[in-house]
Each structure stands twice: as C-alpha cells, then as structure tokens.
C-alpha cells in the first residue's frame, strides 16, 4: 500500500478519516491560545480538515498556510471558511516545499507518514523553520505498529530524529487529550537554533 495522493483522496472519499476529531484538537487549541503575535507566519502540513487552520484563522491569524497531498480537505476547510485565503490553501507534496516559517503545527501529520520518511521529515522541518522557528504539536506515544496509518513511536525515537536539529523545548506526556488517544500523545515543541 502506498500512502500517496490517491490513497489519501480514497479516504475522504470513503469518509474513512478516523483520526478527524472533528474540531481543534486540545493540546493545539490551549498552544494557540498562548501565541501572542498574530503576525507570525505559520505552516500546518498534512492538515487535512484542519480545524487548527480555522481556529487559527478566527483568532486573527492572516499568515497560516495549510498543504495536503489531498485536494478534498482543501476544498473542505474553505467551504467551513469562505474566507479562507485561497493562496494559503496548497495542495502539493509536503516534501517539495520550500517556504519558511516561524511556527509549524503538528497534527497527525508525522504519523500518518511511511515510517522510513521519519528522518527526511525532521530534516525537511528544520529546513522550513526560520531561525528560532519552533515546530510544535502532537506525536503519537504508542509502539512503532507495521500496519497504519496511524503508525506509533516513542520518545526515545523521537529524540533520536529531532535532537540533531532542534533544541527540545518540551517532549511530555499531553495532559489534555481527547478521551480515545489519552496516554498516547506526546506534546512537542523543538526550536530551530
């Protein structure tokens, strides 16, 4: 199985999106509630419906850029938000952008990946941050699983992937997970130095 473009657009199609809670996930929503300066610019990779994006954006948030491989969660978000810039909305291969950003929100975007990109997607993350730019959200705490996605990891692997590259902020335990995934997320913030 090949988690490319068609495999992603099969399962929006087929309404097969169980990691879509439906809204801003917790943990993301009380990290947004603490960011001061609406001016930042901001990426959220693999977004899918991207409640994040919108929550976001009715904050006041005007530089958020949301990429999926998949054009149906594009189309979705800007139908929830009409007002949504259509230019923020990019549909193309995470691992062929290049712009940079200030902050970069995860939402199970890294465990939705082939495993083997692990080391490609901390490399590629450091390489969209600015200088000081943080890379912050969720990661799975659950072992490393052969079928997915989702596919785990553990904070020992993760280390492993992001130390080289990024001053660790925070790697813990998320206090504030939805029911269904609690003790299973870990919540990240890695600077780039």
Not at 116 to 134: D, F, H, I, N, T
Request: glycine letters at 6%; one cysteine or more.
């Amino acid at each position: 199985m090949e988690l490319d473009k068609t495999f992603w657009e099969e399962r929006y199609k087929n309404q097969s999106t169980g990691w879509d809670i439906g809204t801003v996930s917790e943990p993301l929503k009380v990290y947004i509630d603490s960011l001061l300066d609406p001016s930042i610019s901001i990426l959220i990779p693999g977004a899918g419906n991207s409640y994040e994006a919108e929550y976001l954006f009715q904050k006041g948030f005007k530089h958020v850029d949301v990429i999926d491989i998949a054009a149906q969660p594009l189309i979705n978000l800007k139908a929830r938000v009409p007002d949504f810039p259509e230019e923020n909305l990019i549909q193309t291969d995470f691992f062929e952008w290049t712009k940079t950003y200030d902050l970069i929100l995860e939402q199970t975007f890294f465990c939705a990946l082939d495993p083997v990109l692990r080391p490609a997607y901390a490399k590629k993350m450091s390489q969209l941050l600015r200088p000081k730019g943080k890379l912050a959200g969720v990661l799975f705490d659950f072992p490393l699983t052969e079928t997915g996605p989702p596919f785990g990891g553990s904070l020992e692997e993760y280390r492993n992937y992001f130390e080289p590259l990024f001053k660790i902020k925070k790697l813990e335990k998320c206090y504030n997970s939805i029911l269904p995934r609690t003790g299973n997320e870990l919540f990240i913030i890695f600077e780039k130095p």
